[in-house]
């Protein structure tokens, strides 16, 4: 299974192109995918795999479309977003009971994240859980409050983005003005003395040792994090990734409308859940320290 034998978006009118193309692939019927996944998971059939990535081609197409705000080529985000699918598909339980799409979202999501912090580690930026949420959150807060314009935000706007997303005033200002556009290398930053933007480029190339690494532990925890889900059941999984995976989290309210319970035990639910995968990750983390020790 390969990305060189999918659709490609190029040229002219591509991504027009290329969503038609797509959309000539058949979606999967709940057995036949059940069917083809089992085949891939026992014989490692690449024409299951190929059958498995092209019905799902479209979900990752609107997921990319998410992350065009980000000055990216569309084509490369749809790319990254390809092989996360892949990397869904070689890694899906079939007998685990739900669909593969379930499964996937995580995956293309996490690929194209990846992808656009590699794009922008030529600015040096933090790179903990907290900054990316802020990096890949800051445009939809920003717009929430009607702060639109790309100068400094005021006061009260830094405040009130802070709070809401779990950062420290300092890094929304810092994340702002990183994230403030095409701005010429030769500006003079204004917290900075004389030094210009341009020196404050940090070049990041690693050798080829360092990106395996990356590549290596960011599987292990996507691996680590996938495994941990799996041991939640429906009502848990969908509460914990409602809650705490989302770009945009539900309420406990709203959650507390779909399943017809208490807010109190909407929050009792993704404290068990959330206490579950936590110790799940923990424990493949492990297992795969210690396989490599």
């Known amino acids: 299974m390969s990305a060189a034998t ?18 000539r692939f058949p979606v999967l019927t709940p057995d036949e995918e059940f069917m083809l996944a089992k085949r891939y998971q026992e014989y490692e059939d690449p024409q299951a795999a ?5 019905s799902h081609l479209r979900l990752v197409a609107k997921i990319a479309m998410g992350y065009r705000g980000y000055g990216l080529p569309v084509g ?25 799409a379930t499964y996937a979202i995580w995956w293309i999501k996490a690929s194209i994240q990846e992808y656009i912090l590699r794009s ?22 920003k717009s929430k409050i009607s702060a639109l314009g790309e100068g400094d935000l005021r006061p009260d706007q830094v405040a009130e983005i802070a709070t809401k997303l779990g950062v420290e005033q300092h890094e929304v200002i810092e994340m702002n003005r990183r ?11 204004r917290d900075e003395g004389t030094a210009e933007w341009q020196d404050l480029l940090a070049d990041e190339s690693d050798n080829q040792e360092a990106i395996l690494a990356r590549s290596e532990e960011s ?7 996938g495994k941990a889900l799996a041991i939640l059941n429906p009502r848990e999984r969908r509460i914990f990734e409602a809650r705490r995976l989302q770009d945009d989290p539900l309420t406990l309210e709203e959650l507390s409308a779909e399943f017809s319970i208490s807010r109190e035990r909407v929050r009792q639910i993704e404290a068990r859940a ?20």
């Open 50 to 54: 190929h059958r498995l990535v092209t």
């Open 120 to 141: 922008w580690s030529l600015v040096k930026m933090g790179t903990t859980a907290n900054q990316k949420k802020l990096f890949f959150n800051l445009r939809k807060a």
């Open 179 to 189: 994230l403030g556009g095409d701005a010429s290398l030769n500006v003079t930053m």
């Open 274 to 293: 959330f206490e579950k995968v936590q110790g799940g990750v923990r424990r493949s983390i492990a297992e795969i320290e210690a396989r490599a020790s």
């Open 76 to 100: 490369d985000v749809v790319s990254e977003g390809n092989i996360g699918l892949m990397q869904a598909v070689k890694r899906f339980d079939p007998d685990k009971g739900f669909r593969l």
């Open 219 to 225: 599987e292990n925890r996507h691996a680590a994090l």
């Open 6 to 23: 999918l659709p490609v978006i190029s040229g002219e009118g591509g991504l027009s192109r290329y969503l038609t193309e797509i959309r």
